[in-house]
């Protein structure tokens, strides 16, 4: 069976948001909150499908307060052939990958739309 370990996932999460200049080591007149709800990998005959949800709240600079909680998917799929534990591992970690990036880019999208001055930088808290 394939597993990504907790470690794993929120050092892709934290990768996926400094990809787009969401983080916690700056500045910024925006800021949003990230929390992984959930990830999961199902294996449905030849194929792996990875899920993540992440829970966002936004506050851009002009609010007092954070949004409500917005919910975004990411999902991948990944034909996956025989194949050993450890390229399995890998497969699952990859898959994962993409589905974080899947969702932080609807993260992005929804920043740039929320927050009127997002594209620069956003600080994550």
């Known amino acids: 069976s394939s597993n990504v370990t907790e470690d794993t996932?929120?050092?892709?999460l934290q990768q996926s948001l400094e990809a787009m200049n969401v983080s916690p080591?700056?500045?910024a007149?925006?800021?949003?909150?990230?929390?992984?709800n959930r990830a999961f990998i199902k294996t449905l005959g030849s194929?792996?499908?990875a899920t993540v949800v992440l829970n966002v709240k936004y506050k851009p600079d002009y609010a007092?307060?954070?949004?409500?909680?917005?919910?975004f998917r990411g999902q991948s799929m990944n034909v996956n052939a025989s194949v050993s534990e450890k390229e399995s591992n890998q497969i699952a970690i990859d898959a994962m990958k993409t589905a974080i990036d899947d969702?932080?880019?609807?993260?992005?999208?929804?920043?740039l739309h929320n927050c009127s001055d997002a594209l620069g930088e956003i600080e994550a808290v």
């Open 9 to 12: 996932l929120y050092s892709l």
């Open 25 to 27: 080591d700056i500045e």
């Open 29 to 36: 007149a925006n800021s949003v909150k990230v929390v992984l």
């Open 47 to 49: 194929n792996m499908v």
């Open 64 to 71: 007092d307060e954070y949004s409500p909680a917005t919910t």
């Open 103 to 111: 969702a932080t880019k609807r993260i992005k999208s929804s920043l």
